[in-house]
């Protein structure tokens, strides 16, 4: 539940806009590298230490740890039949011992090798296991180097990309949810892919070049536009032409540019959608004299003909969701099609969908998972009890309200869940958290959307179908580790004392506030936690009557044109001297934020201390936070 997040997140969207640009993927790499002859094996970037490989006929054998270790794959002896069970994704290769017959899937196949068990050691053939599961397997005569190499593109799909295109014998690719497709060229891989299918990279198996297909909302673009903002873009490039062309009734722009590498961009507007096609070379001269490599570009089409010739990668299901799975953590979701993940793979712990346009929304519709480790004892209604202890702590009474709590069950475990809502700019936000506890790991799987859509009963069954859908089997601690939820780190009680000599200051800050990066120096100190802030700004030679009249005019200006809400002054006597205190309301998006400002002049100096925080968070003990904060306020 986070939704302490809330009131920074929409904010945020202002600077920084996080859904104007989404283009990263999910992907990862499977690596093996080694020479014959080697016993340290870099695999996945790591030295591991294994028995021994050898070449026999042709064939590498491995010890069978290896495949496990670099794929994460699953293996189950059968000793009655002396077989290997070796279970990659939706791949199954059993082997049986001194014997060459192998099965893929229930499909045999001859080996040139039989599996053998050598120094107690399972002993398997590397490129035919590698292969079937996807990678790509090279070896250097010079150097007798052996490298197998898998780029897992869409790792959280249920489709493994990597293998589909490996073993795919269809000319074309494409893709029936979002309609498009072109030609696919037998040394083309896929590179990467987003959880959602907005983007897409190939790349070419001598990485001689690589294409990529890029989807976004047309919003009010249109050619030109999109031309113009190309041409800013990629202003450091020479450009060689940029025109538009039809093809087959469809309308589109092309833009070459070349400079360290050639860069071909298409871009198609279909509907609501546009589609951005980009080709990038390293070598201009190849691109110009060769026309194989913009054929492939020139066969895109906005557009899908579903036939036996193209390669489907949609993993929409028949039911019309797409499925999240997390094979390491071990659990998943189903999510609505349009829903796009937010790119956060250093944390796969914390996952987070959104709805709607990738733009600077005020507010999107949000679906999340949390899993963290939990302690011995920790229960369910423990969660409960600290959220809504939490919520008081933190937040304005005026801006939640609890609608009720209920028992339930996903996914075979006993849950918990609290509905409630929170006003968030100018709306009301409904929200429901599940608690689910297990025995060394629980997770929090929860909504928050918009009034517009809770009163919607289509897209709030959809949505409660997705958190409905979540299951989960927990794995192997000794292998995950800890998981610590970052707001259980928090110490919201202690202090730290901040001082400045020169300016003969002083002040008890929560240790859990962090320094501004850019304005903290000695004339300038700045401290917050989540949008709750301290600041203080230390002026010489400037008369506080004249700031204090330079101030009085310019709230009264800003109250006029409605940039402030509300101002009051006091004129105070503490610190040994005359603070003059104005307590004002201003609007930050749809937020209201709350400053307490004290200016005084003491040590000839004249000192600006502002205290910031959003009424959202205007609760009793975050008031007193504040307050305590400026009675801790010392001047020599």
């Given at each position: ?12 969207f202002?600077?920084i806009?996080?859904?104007a640009?989404h ?8 690596e ?6 080697d ?14 490989p050898?070449v ?5 054998l491995v ?6 270790q ?9 000793a009655?039949?002396k077989?290997?069970?070796?279970t ?11 014997d ?9 196949s001859?080996l040139?090798?039989?599996p ?9 053939p ?6 079937n599961?996807g ?11 052996i490298?197998?190499s898998?780029?897992i593109a869409?790792?959280k ?5 990597s ?10 690719i ?9 030609n696919l ?24 070049y ?7 909302d047309k919003d009010?673009d249109?050619?030109?536009?999109l ?7 990629l202003?450091?490039?020479?450009l ?6 039809t ?7 092309k833009?070459?540019?070349k400079?360290?590498?050639?860069i071909?961009?298409?871009y198609?507007?279909?509907g ?5 096609v980009?080709?990038y ?16 570009v020139?066969?895109?089409t906005a557009d899908?003909v579903e ?8 993993d ?8 999240y799975?997390?094979k ?6 189903n999510?609505?099609p349009?829903w796009?993940?937010?790119?956060n793979e ?5 996952v987070?969908?959104?709805?709607g346009?990738?733009?600077?929304e ?6 999340n ?6 302690e011995?004892g920790f ?20 801006y ?7 028992d339930?069950?996903i ?5 918990k ?5 929170q006003k968030?700019?100018?709306d ?7 608690f689910?506890v297990?025995?060394k790991y629980?997770?929090?799987?929860y909504?928050?959307i918009?009034?517009?859509?809770y009163?919607n009963s ?5 949505i ?5 859908s979540?299951?989960?089997t ?10 610590m939820?970052p ?5 919201n009680v202690s ?9 003969k200051?002083?002040?008890n ?12 120096n000695?004339?300038?100190?700045s401290?917050s ?5 301290f600041?203080m ?7 506080i009557?004249?700031?204090?009249a ?16 509300t101002?009051?002054k ?18 930050l ?6 400053i307490?400002s004290?200016i005084?002049?003491k040590?000839?100096h004249?000192y ?9 968070y205007?609760?009793e003990?975050n ?9 801790s306020?010392?001047?020599?």
């Open positions: 539940m986070k939704i302490k997040n809330f009131i920074t997140f929409v904010v945020l202002v600077f806009g996080i859904f640009n283009a990263s993927a999910d992907s990862s790499t499977v093996i590298s080694f020479k014959v002859g016993s340290v094996l870099k695999i996945n970037g790591k030295d591991v230490k294994v028995q021994t050898y026999e006929n042709g064939t590498t010890p069978v740890a290896v495949i496990t670099a794929f994460g794959a699953d293996v189950k002896w059968n009655a039949e077989s290997v069970n070796i990659y994704g939706e791949t199954l290769i059993k082997l049986v011992i001194n060459k017959t192998a099965y893929v899937n229930g499909t045999k001859v040139l090798k039989a053998v068990i050598k120094n107690s050691v399972t002993m398997v590397l490129a035919f296991i590698s292969e599961f990678a790509d397997v090279s070896y250097e005569k010079n150097t007798k180097q490298t197998v898998k780029v869409g790792d799909s249920i489709k493994d990309y293998l589909i295109l490996k073993k795919t014998t269809k000319s074309k494409g893709d029936s949810y979002y309609k498009w497709s072109m060229p037998k040394e083309l891989r896929i590179a990467d892919r987003n959880f959602d299918g907005t983007f897409t990279a190939f790349d070419a198996l001598d990485e001689s690589s294409i990529s297909v890029g989807i976004f009010d249109s050619l030109d536009t031309m113009a903002s190309l041409r800013e873009d202003s450091e490039y020479t060689v032409s940029q025109s538009k062309k093809k087959d009734g469809q309308e589109y722009s833009t070459v540019y400079g360290d590498q050639v071909d961009v298409r198609y507007i279909k609501e959608r546009v589609f951005k980009t080709l070379m390293d070598e201009y001269e190849k691109y110009i004299e060769s026309s194989v490599y913009t054929d492939i020139d066969s895109f899908y036939n036996s010739s193209t390669e489907d990668l949609s929409i299901s028949k039911e019309g969701y797409r499925k799975e997390d390491k953590l071990k659990f998943s979701m999510v609505s349009e796009f993940k937010l790119d250093k944390t796969p712990n914390v987070e969908f959104y709805n346009s990738k733009s600077n005020d507010f999107n519709d949000s679906l998972i949390d899993m963290y480790s939990t011995s229960t369910a209604d423990d969660w409960v009890k600290k959220l809504l202890k939490d919520m008081e702590e933190r937040y304005n009474p005026k939640y309200n609890i609608l009720k709590q209920e339930g069950e996914s075979g475990a006993k849950c869940k609290v509905f409630y809502t968030i700019g100018g009301n936000i409904y929200s429901c958290d599940i689910i297990g025995k629980r997770y929090n799987v909504y928050h918009k009034s517009e859509t009163n289509k897209k709030l069954a959809e409660e179908n997705a958190l409905s979540f299951k989960f927990e794995p192997d601690a000794s292998k995950i580790g800890e998981l939820n707001r259980d780190a928090e110490d202090t730290i004392n901040r001082q400045s000599t020169k300016y200051w002083a002040v800050l929560p240790v859990s506030w962090t320094a501004d990066s850019i304005n903290n000695e004339d300038k100190v401290y936690l989540n949008m709750r802030s600041s700004i230390i002026v010489d030679e400037v008369p009557d004249n700031f204090i330079y101030l009085d005019d310019d709230f009264d200006k800003k109250l006029k044109v409605g940039t402030l809400k101002t009051n006091q004129i105070l006597d503490e610190k040994g001297t005359k603070v003059y205190k104005y307590s004002s309301s201003r609007a998006g749809k937020e209201i934020i709350w307490d004290y005084l002049s040590n000839g004249l600006v201390i502002d205290l910031t925080i959003p009424e959202a205007l609760s003990k008031s007193k936070v504040l307050f305590d904060i400026w009675q306020l010392k001047f020599e």
